[in-house]
């Protein structure tokens, strides 16, 4: 791994400032990557044991889920202090040693920002339920008095995104607003000293030497709440208020919080990244990375993707348009800590794999063969197109989604909606690093969340052996990845409908078969396939990937 990226086609190199712009990232959850003390609960010493791993898989950066010190009410996305590590997982110190170590390799590290809310055991929030209402403290969070008589009842009437209604009430009778659990009261961004503190949260890990930040709920901060508060209903509904003027989400005027970090993104050298988790529309999306804010922002939509060449050409062809129209690169997205695994997603039979939060009740038959085969089609796809990835911890080994016993789940999701939605800890089990062992390499002691008897058969031990595995799969096709040029643009080759096949510079080709029967492949030399049973006499069966050097000619359009 260098600091410049050269294609061997075209000799054009990518500046070491632009290094995101067609990085591939690997999103760490600490907790459940590997544990280096045996209490079950994953750490920096089990991070830094495994940067081998890292490394082999040839990623360019990684990104550390929150590691902060937290109550874990929801998986750590509720912050007690954004200046610190979480004992349990290890101390500043060791921080340091695992970004030196990946630096040491050339691997950026980006870590989790959680601005939108913190913890309710914040010092910051303590002092304001403490210091009581009017108070400079308590108008760091977003405080109400209640309506009724007596101020018993909520400003309004509004549910959080966990399920539980999302004003709590203090002692002394305010409520706060929470946009998530009632664990994680959302800063008041009206209030200039909570700009002041999150200058103060970016400069200290650009100090520590990070290269960036994920930025957790980057469409929330900013909010417009007037006196006469909305109901749930208006919130809800498209087209009650002007677009980018929604009380609580997608803001316009978020945008000034990141062109004020902008600035202290650019007093480093090379400029801190910083890549938005927004669920919004694609064309909503631009707005992060446009006017001097936020480099890049997660791509959704081929994550919401069916099983279906149709689908895939119009999202491709509409992230890569909106990339090149506003000069940010398409980012592409299958997996993460929040969405049922894609190895499982794409075995949903007779369900509804796009059901990507699996609700309850609709429990589909899973065929991991095929779940399996087709995540590692849409991953060599992915990774063939221009602009960046972000691999989540597992897809590596093609894990599938595990489903934890009720009784064992953690995730405030699935508690406070009564269960309706399992919630996201089956994509969070620890994964399974050796055949045998105590949790399957994981650590010595036990794991945080149980892993299933069948996590033996994904183990990374038992994929070493295996040419065959997803784990060498993701090497191979990552080191051929690095020949690929970064802005260089795509085309399309028609080989049918269920088909998706496009061309990059020096004569690259992807080609994914959606259909049910094979297609012939193109003329030219196979470089890589996603399953190699899917190729047989210059055809591409079902539910395979394959990548090509093709014959003939370059397209000089390519040749950019
Ligand atoms: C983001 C995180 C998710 C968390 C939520 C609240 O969506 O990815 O895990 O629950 O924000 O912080
Ligand atoms: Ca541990």
Sequence with gaps: ??????????????????????????????????????????????????????????VDA??????YPSALVDGGYDVDDYMDVDPRIGTLDELDRLVAALHAHGIRVIV???????????????????????????????????????????????????????????????????????????????????????????RFWGDRGVDGFRVDV????????????????????????????????????????????REVFDAYDPPLMAVAEAWVTPDRRLRYTASGGLDQAFGFDLL??????????????????????????????????????????????????????????????????????????????????PGSAYLYQGEELGLPEVMVPDDERQDPVFWRKGGKEIGRDGCRVPLPWTKDGSSFGFGDGGAHLPQPEWFARYAADLQEQDPSSTLHLYRRALALRTRLQAAARMEWLDLGDEVVAFQRPGGWCSVTNFGTAPVPLPQGTVLLASDDRGLQDGSLGPDTTAWLRLDGP????LDV
């Design 62 to 67: 990684v990104w550390l889920s929150p590691f």
């Design 112 to 202: 989790d920002l959680v601005p939108n809310h913190s913890s309710d055991r914040h010092e910051k929030f303590r002092a304001a339920v403490a210091a009581g209402p009017g108070s400079p403290e308590r108008d760091l969070y977003i405080f109400r008095d209640g309506r009724g008589e007596h101020g018993e009842l909520p400003p309004a009437q509004w549910s959080s995104l966990m399920g539980d209604p999302a004003w709590t009430r203090v002692p002394d009778g305010q409520w706060y607003l929470h946009l998530f659990t009632k664990e994680q009261p959302d800063w008041n961004w009206a209030n200039p000293a909570v700009h002041a503190y999150f200058l103060e949260v970016l």
């Design 1 to 58: 791994m260098t600091d410049v990226v050269t294609d061997v086609v075209t000799g054009q190199v990518a500046p070491d400032e632009a290094w995101w712009r067609q990085a591939v990232v690997y999103q760490i959850y600490p907790r459940s990557f590997a544990d280096g003390n045996g209490d079950g609960i994953g750490d920096l010493a089990g991070m830094l044991s495994r940067v081998d791993h890292i490394v082999s898989l040839g």
């Design 554 to 557: 370059v397209d000089p359009a």
């Design 218 to 261: 980057a469409n929330g901060l900013t909010k417009r709440l007037a006196a006469d508060l909305p109901t749930q209903e208006e919130l809800d509904t498209p087209g009650t208020f002007e677009v980018g003027d929604h009380p609580l989400f997608d803001r316009d005027d978020v945008q000034d919080v990141y062109r004020e970090w």
């Design 304 to 385: 919401r993707a069916t099983w279906d060449a149709a689908s895939f050409r119009r999202i491709i062809e509409e992230s890569c348009a909106l990339a090149e129209r506003a000069d940010v690169p398409a980012t592409w997205v299958f997996s993460n800590h929040d969405v049922v695994r894609h190895a499982t997603r794409y075995g949903l039979v007779g369900g509804d794999e796009n059901d990507w939060l699996l609700s309850r009740g609709a429990h589909p038959v899973e065929d991991r063969d095929l779940g399996l085969r087709r995540a590692r089609a849409v991953t060599l796809l992915a990774l063939a197109l």
